[in-house]
């Protein structure tokens, strides 16, 4: 497969090679075959799925994130990308989004004799779950739980929780959401000359959302509980700046 | 009207260094008008893939995507409203100026553009 693809670059070889790699354990080698791939094929999704897998194997959870998400962009129906996005959900505890992505991947490959099981084993994990607040969260001391979420830079949950709409806790892959929606504002931001990004605000119906960076590893995101708050930004400032001596009083 | 002559209003709002029509699937320059200092392909490539990133979250929230994003620096604004056939509209603000009535100028345009 090597000289294969020595041959002819644009070989679609590269999807076994990079495959048979991966499960070598030969990462390096497998990652230049993925990437070149991707290079050739960016708007394959099987390119980016292999890509994610060897990211994932890395123990680079964010970037096989990035990869699985993108393979779905260009195939919504990608069973593997949903396995792949099930397992970092798992793996991140955040148990709701890994059993919507394991129905899913259970829908269009319902002879995977694996993902039944996968299932039970987030549903059960999920029951035994309930989420709670933190002591001393600023979030609540302020009186805005269920609109207001304090995460990492990985899109870990710190503090807080948003509702959705019609009232139902919305689900756990906001965290991730607004993580690469943060990196991707720093990167605009720091690209296009827009200096350090200082926050980003959102229009639209329901309400508007306010998103700041309370510190270099932080992201809090308020929503508005109308459809009009025209202080919703001040909040949001006031709430950053208590997240973040919170958040420095901790560590 | 062609597209620049949409965008000629909000280009000429005070503080607006340029404003373009992106395409959201590739993030390419579609049309814009943009001043020396600003470069339109890599506004508009990453204008469209920050775009996604915020169409992503709104799913996850449960919400309609929003009508309107800005990214606040300190050296200026980048304000993105997407509009329908899968473009986006762009314009980048400087710091300092009142992003007000190019917001106004945007939204105005979303329906006319798609």
Redesign the interface.
């Known amino acids: 497969m090597k000289l294969q693809l020595a041959r002819d670059p644009a070989s679609l070889v590269f999807l076994l090679l990079g495959e048979a790699l991966r499960r070598q354990g030969d990462l390096a080698a497998a990652l230049v075959i993925a990437e070149s791939g991707v290079a050739w094929y960016p708007e394959m999704a099987g390119a980016w799925d292999l890509l994610a897998r060897v990211r994932s194997d890395q123990g680079e959870g964010d970037l096989a994130f990035d990869a699985w998400t993108t393979a779905l962009r260009f195939d919504p129906d990608h069973a593997g990308a949903h396995k792949g996005l099930a397992f970092l959900a798992f793996r991140a505890g955040e148990l709701d989004r890994s059993a919507r992505h394991v129905r899913r991947a259970l829908e269009l490959s319902p002879a995977d004799p694996a993902l039944g099981e996968v299932l039970a084993r987030v549903s059960r994990a999920a029951v035994a779950r309930a989420p709670v607040e933190p002591a001393g969260s600023p979030l609540f001391a302020a009186g805005v739980s269920g609109r207001a979420l304090l995460v990492d830079l990985r899109g870990g949950l710190l503090d807080g929780r948003v509702e959705s709409p019609a009232g139902t806790l919305a689900g756990n892959e906001i965290g991730p959401a607004l993580a690469g929606l943060s990196r991707d504002a720093e990167r605009t931001a720091r690209l296009l000359g827009l200096g350090r990004w200082r926050r980003i605000s959102l229009a639209g119906k329901p309400g508007p959302v306010e998103i700041r960076g309370p510190t270099s590893d932080s992201i809090l995101m308020l929503t508005g509980p109308a459809a009009t708050e025209p202080d919703l930004g001040a909040e949001a400032d006031r709430l950053a700046s208590a997240s973040g001596a919170w958040l420095e009083a901790l560590r | 009207m062609t597209l620049p002559e949409l965008l000629e209003p909000a280009v000429r709002t005070s503080g607006v260094a340029g404003a373009m029509v992106v395409s959201r699937d590739d993030g390419l320059l579609v049309a814009g008008t943009i001043r020396s200092?600003?470069?339109g392909s890599?506004?508009a490539a990453?204008?469209s893939?920050?775009a996604?990133?915020?169409r992503?979250?709104?799913?996850?929230?449960?919400?309609?995507?929003?009508?309107?994003?800005?990214?606040?620096?300190?050296?200026?604004?980048?304000l993105a409203a997407p509009a329908g056939a899968g473009l986006l509209l762009v314009a980048?603000v400087s710091?300092g100026a009142d992003p007000e009535p190019v917001r106004r100028e945007l939204l105005r345009l979303t329906d006319k553009v798609a």
């Not at chain 2, 009508?67 to 980048?78: F, M, N, Q």
């Open positions: 200092q600003v470069n890599a506004v990453l204008a893939r920050l996604e990133r915020v992503v979250l709104a799913e996850a929230m449960g919400r309609a995507e929003p009508e309107l994003i800005e990214l606040w620096g300190s050296e200026g604004t980048l980048v710091s």
